[in-house]
């Protein structure tokens, strides 16, 4: 007679003890009663009609059904014939501006004044076509954050592009109108991707929904599995929780826990340290996501904040255990602080994500009344709308005004003129993906208003001379077509410098408010610096390249300067730097 170790059925048989084998058959009875909805996981009955259920639609699934009925067990079925879909307006406006951007690259790769550069060109012809094929593809699944995070991305990839195309054109004055098409066809592509990440969206029903999923479905398994295993850790189920010689920091944590929750009165949150009642609550919330479809997002976005309310609390609780008395995190506990970490990175899952505002990109205004919820616009979405508008004719006015003399004072003028270009696609990006009226987004948004308004409307002196060419056609039709759209483009990115000291009344919410401003703007300065290498080796140096970038650092340190938070606080240098050891660094925990 075989000896029980000898069972391939037995636990430890397979290198398991039987403390593991039971919480392997918990983990798949939670697996059966999440994926087939199914109470009692060891009723076969449940789970054959469970099966059938789920896979009702497949010939096998209905075979069977005719089998019981008493219908011949296989019983062939006219294939359904698929109508091919029809093309939409944005599949035409898309082949089109693919259409541009190749006619420009073999523009410029035969251009016999560009021979010097065209392996450079070459490197960018493959850059830029790998990112169109892969922008427009995500671009079209932008119900996925990934995808819709993707889409973004690429976008301003293309206009990092369109804005390097401008600037090299601006310094090579006989193909300086090559390089501006360019750059317009790149802006096409990246305007095409903006609607098809809205049409995307519509096209499955999200026309009245404000909820999106921050994280993919797929990985909200993973979030919930590692809830369960630091649960599991902390209360000391797993084998190799503790060693022999090792402190039980997580059943200290544990105990602690446990007490304070009845302490406190919180019996109703002691229901989460038991692994089924937490393990139910998640699959509930899982299962009512239905695979990331619209209609089980908008189901969640209308359930999930209630939810996931027992959850926080949990956290503030045990944050009070987690931290010392300098409100640090404590380091005598890791296993509870990881299941606290683990806890709130599971429900901060179901925070909304921006992105929904790309429907009123992609959708006329007169379909907005009914079709797309009960919900009236907000100014966030209005000054969306807005910058759309004066974006494109700050465009047009700048490939007019690239035609005029090409002087020194002009070529800065029409340099930084471009970057405030591309500085409103970074901030029509930035208010598609806000959730409020003014919120973190919006404000990022906000240094690129301030941006503009120093160089259409600076003080006296701040400037300096150099700038007066782009004043000096002050009285043309084009130059006032400019500065009326700059003005606009400042006036609907938030707050005018005089507004700082009204917005914000509170001396924390300003400083706080002028600090984000402060990083956004050294971050372009950084940008810039950058760049240099690849303009000094695309551009002739017809004009200093020291002169071009230091105007342009001018400009942004002007608006840096009008920041009246730290009086001369200039940007740090572009170093990253790797964060210190976590037992040095105790303070970057997210529960403080």
């Excluded at 501006?97 to 450079?120: F, G, H, I, W, Y």
């Excluded at 920091?249 to 406190?264: A, C, I, K, S, V």
């Excluded at 931290?323 to 925070?351: G, I, M, R």
């Excluded at 790309?358 to 969306?384: K, Q, S, T, W």
Aim: hydrophobic share 40%; glycine share 6%.
């Amino acid at each position: 007679m075989a000896s029980p170790s000898s069972n391939p059925f037995y636990g430890s048989a397979a290198g398991n003890t039987p403390a593991n084998s039971g919480y392997q058959r918990l983990a798949l009875d939670n697996l059966l009663r999440r994926e087939l909805r199914v109470s009692d996981p060891n009723d076969p009955h449940q789970i054959a009609n469970a099966l059938l259920d789920r896979f009702k639609e497949s010939p096998r699934a209905q075979a069977i059904g005719q089998e019981a009925r008493g219908l011949p067990f296989l019983q062939a079925l006219p294939a359904a014939v698929s109508a091919m879909p029809a093309g939409n307006s944005s599949d035409v406006e898309l082949q089109q501006a693919k259409d541009d951007v190749e006619r420009d690259l073999q523009e410029l790769l035969t251009n016999s004044l560009l021979k010097d550069v065209t392996p450079e060109i070459h490197g960018w012809a493959q850059a830029i076509r790998s990112a169109i094929q892969e922008g427009t593809m995500a671009a079209r699944f932008a119900l996925d954050p990934r995808q819709r995070d993707k889409s973004f991305a690429i976008r301003r990839q293309l206009s990092d592009y369109a804005r390097m195309a401008r600037l090299v054109g601006t310094l090579t004055p006989a193909t300086s109108m090559i390089y501006r098409k360019f750059a317009q066809s790149l802006d096409e592509v990246g305007a095409v991707i903006l609607v098809l990440m809205g049409e995307s969206l519509s096209n499955v029903g999200f026309n009245g929904g404000r909820f999106l999923l921050q994280v993919p479905f797929a990985e909200l398994e993973v979030r919930r599995d590692t809830v369960i295993y630091s649960l599991r850790n902390l209360i000391g189920a797993t084998q190799e929780a503790y060693g022999p010689n090792d402190w039980p920091r997580g059943l200290d944590g544990y105990r602690l826990l446990f007490r304070e929750l009845e302490n406190q009165g919180y019996g109703d949150l002691r229901a989460l340290l038991q692994e089924n009642e937490l393990s139910r609550i998640m699959d509930e919330l899982i299962e009512r996501a239905d695979h990331g479809r619209v209609q089980g997002l908008r189901a969640l976005g209308s359930t999930a904040r209630i939810d996931i309310e027992r959850f926080r609390r949990l956290v503030v609780i045990g944050q009070q255990l987690a931290v010392d008395e300098q409100n640090q995190p404590a380091p005598w506990s890791p296993p509870l602080t990881a299941f606290l970490e683990s806890l709130l990175l599971f429900s901060d899952s179901f925070d909304s994500s921006g992105g929904f505002r790309l429907v009123r990109v992609a959708r006329p205004p007169v379909l907005y009344y009914g079709l797309f919820g009960n919900r009236v616009a907000d100014a966030g979405e209005d000054r969306l709308m807005a910058l759309i508008v004066e974006r494109n004719r700050l465009a047009e006015g700048l490939d007019c005004w690239a035609d005029c003399e090409c002087g020194p004072d002009a070529v800065i003028c029409q340099v930084i003129l471009d970057k405030l270009l591309y500085d409103t696609d970074r901030a029509v990006d930035l208010y598609c993906n806000g959730q409020q009226s003014f919120g973190l987004p919006e404000q990022r948004a906000s240094a690129y208003g301030l941006l503009v308004d120093v160089f259409a409307n600076p003080r006296p002196g701040e400037l300096g001379p150099r700038f007066e060419a782009c004043s000096a056609r002050q009285d043309s039709s084009l130059a006032q077509r400019v500065r009326e759209s700059l003005n606009a483009i400042s006036g609907n990115l938030g707050l005018r410098p005089a507004e700082f000291q009204t917005e914000f009344d509170h001396p924390q919410r300003r400083a706080a408010f002028q600090a984000l401003l402060h990083q956004e703007l050294c971050l372009q300065r950084q940008r810039e610096d950058q760049s240099r290498a690849m303009l000094e080796t695309l551009a002739p140096n017809c004009h200093s390249f020291d002169t071009i970038f230091n105007a342009v650092f001018a400009v942004i340190d002007r608006a840096v300067g009008r920041l009246n938070a730290v009086p001369q606080r200039a940007c740090p240098a572009p170093d990253i730097l790797l964060p210190p050891h976590p037992d040095v660094s105790l303070g970057r925990s997210s529960l403080t």
